[in-house]
């Protein structure tokens, strides 16, 4: 069974940086890509990264790129997405996931940045 957990999440003043962690297990984490999500309240799920599943190929949303970067090591079956130059925009709960679509994906952790 798919178990992601997310953590990491916190109050961020703008223009600050946090690093989001998430554990994997209960799948072949290194053979799979993996992806962060996010949702703004009152908003859709908005895709944000993409990792391939060896780490040498990354993907960004254009509202991200530049600032946050994902990664991952796969000795420890865990997902990064290191958050810089935060904007009060970035405010959202924080998912990772096994699937392009986010379907599944953790609980979540909650980034609230503030002006």
């Known amino acids: 069974e798919v178990h992601l957990v997310e953590s990491g999440g916190d109050l961020v003043q703008a223009g600050g940086s946090l690093r989001l962690s998430c554990a994997a297990s209960g799948f072949s984490f290194a053979s799979r890509d993996m992806h962060w999500f996010r949702q703004a309240p009152g908003k859709r799920l908005e895709w944000v990264s993409r990792i391939h599943s060896a780490g040498t190929i990354t993907w960004d949303a254009a509202s991200v790129r530049g600032r946050f970067a994902i990664s991952r090591d796969n000795a420890k079956n865990m997902l990064y997405l290191q958050m810089n130059s935060l904007k009060t925009e970035d405010t959202a709960v924080y998912y990772c996931?096994?699937?392009?679509?986010?379907?599944?994906r953790g609980q979540g952790t909650q980034v609230t940045v503030s002006s």
């Open positions: 996931a096994t699937d392009p679509d986010g379907a599944q």
